[in-house]
Nanobody
Framework: QVQLVESGGGLVQPGGSLRLSCVASGNIFRVNDMGWYRQAPGKQRELVARTTSGGSTNYADFVKGRFTISRDNGWNTVYLQMNSLEPDDTAVYYC??????????????WGQGTQVTVSS
C-alpha cells in the first residue's frame, strides 16, 4: 500500500524557519495532486498548500507568501519550506496524496504527521 512519511518538524521561535519533507512509497498511480494540511488542537484540519500534476500550486490565505511547496522529479518527495513562522502556525502538519479525482476510484492517502511548534 501507499505510505507517506513526514519529517522536519520541531520547535522554533517566532520568525524562524522549518523545511518539512514527505517521502511517498508504494503503489502510486494516477496522481492528481500532493500537498500539506495542518491541524491545531480543537481545530479542523485545513489546507496549507498543494501542488498538481500539471505543476501548479495553491496556498491557503494565511500563508501570505511565507511558505513554498515543491517536489522533486515525480512524486517521490514533496517539501514545504516554512519561513517567518508565527505561534498560530503551531499544529501537526500532514502530507496528503490524492489519486483518481473525479472517478469512483478517487482516494486520499495521509501521513502520520509531524509536529510544528512555534513559541518564544
Amino acid at each position: 500500500q501507499v505510505q507517506l512519511v513526514e519529517s522536519g518538524g520541531g520547535l522554533v521561535q517566532p520568525g524562524g524557519s522549518l523545511r518539512l519533507s514527505c517521502v511517498a512509497s508504494g503503489n502510486i498511480f494516477r496522481v492528481n495532486d500532493m500537498g500539506w494540511y495542518r491541524q491545531a488542537p480543537g481545530k479542523q484540519r485545513e489546507l496549507v498548500a498543494r501542488t498538481t500534476s500539471g505543476g501548479s500550486t495553491n496556498y491557503a490565505d494565511f500563508v501570505k507568501g511565507r511558505f513554498t511547496i515543491s517536489r522533486d522529479n515525480g512524486w517521490n518527495t514533496v517539501y514545504l519550506q516554512m519561513n517567518s513562522l508565527e505561534p498560530d502556525d503551531t499544529a501537526v502538519y500532514y502530507c496528503n496524496l490524492q489519486v483518481g479525482a473525479g472517478t469512483r476510484y478517487a482516494r486520499d492517502f495521509w501521513g502520520q504527521g509531524t509536529q510544528v511548534t512555534v513559541s518564544s
